[in-house]
């Protein structure tokens, strides 16, 4: 695990495990004031590393029941369906998904 720094953000760490890139940041401050200061957790997101091929992997990262990055990306978003909040971002160039992230809702001041 590492410290990091993320605009706009009082912390942010990042670790890797078994092929897969964890990164938390929090104390979210929106320095323009158009959202609420989010304190705690803001966001988290997952990447899987490209090197460790596709399908299941040895560290799943799983939603609703399913391994985002262990199916093709047609099968898990088919699955997932069009419930997911809109602070739920899944990403993928190729057949696989190869990141997912979610963010604290942001709230804006007016």
């Known amino acids: 695990m590492r410290a990091g720094w993320v605009c706009g953000a009082g912390w942010s760490f990042t ?10 940041l929090g104390d979210v401050v929106d320095r323009y004031g ?10 988290i997101g997952l990447t899987r590393d490209p090197a460790t091929g596709a399908g299941p992997s040895a560290c799943p990262v799983v939603l609703h029941g399913i391994d985002l990055f262990g199916h093709p990306r047609r099968e898990v978003l088919d699955a997932l369906g ?5 602070t739920v971002r899944l990403r ?5 998904l190869s ?12």
Request: charged content about 30%; cysteine-free.
């Open 99 to 110: 990141a997912a992230r979610i963010d604290a809702e942001r709230v804006p001041t007016t």
């Open 15 to 24: 670790a890797r495990y078994q092929g897969l890139e964890l990164d938390a």
């Open 34 to 43: 158009r959202y609420r200061d989010t304190p705690g957790l803001g966001g």
């Open 82 to 86: 069009d419930g997911l909040p809109p």
């Open 92 to 96: 993928g160039d190729g057949e696989y």
